[in-house]
């Protein structure tokens, strides 16, 4: 089956780094665009940034345009989300995704195949 293990969550305090590592197994990333989405408490999934394995291309939220970076590992099959200057904003239920092709998008409804989520939170 494939499967998708994200980690690297947990607390830091504000202005601080964190770096989450989606892992597949099962899965190559060949052909594939993998996504970090997240989910704070009483809001909907938003897309944070996404990677296309065919040729590295990246797009960012907004919100997170020059703080935090996506890079991957395909030898590894790992994708990572740098995160640095975390604002209490940033906490959330990190997601990473994947979806065939090689469009970047940042629409959940495009990725088939989802990791389980790990928890960011960023203190004031």
């Known amino acids: 089956d494939v499967q998708l293990q994200a980690s690297g969550g947990g607390l830091v305090q504000a202005g601080g780094s964190l770096r989450l590592s989606c892992a597949a197994s099962?899965?190559?990333?060949?052909?594939?665009?993998i996504g970090w989405f997240r989910q704070a408490p009483g809001k909907e999934r938003e897309g944070v940034s996404c990677?296309?394995?065919?040729?590295?291309?990246?797009d960012y939220a907004n919100s997170v345009k020059g703080r935090f970076t996506i890079s991957s590992d395909n030898a590894k099959n790992t994708v990572y989300l740098q995160m640095n200057s975390l604002k209490p904003e940033d906490t959330a239920v990190y997601y990473c995704?994947?979806?065939?092709?090689?469009?970047?998008?940042?629409?959940?409804?495009?990725?088939?195949?989802w990791g389980q989520g790990t928890l960011v939170t960023v203190s004031s």
């Open positions: 995704a994947a979806a065939p092709g090689v469009i970047l998008t940042m629409n959940h409804w495009d990725y088939d195949y």
């Open positions: 099962a899965f190559s990333f060949d052909n594939y665009v």
């Open positions: 990677i296309g394995s065919s040729d590295g291309s990246t």
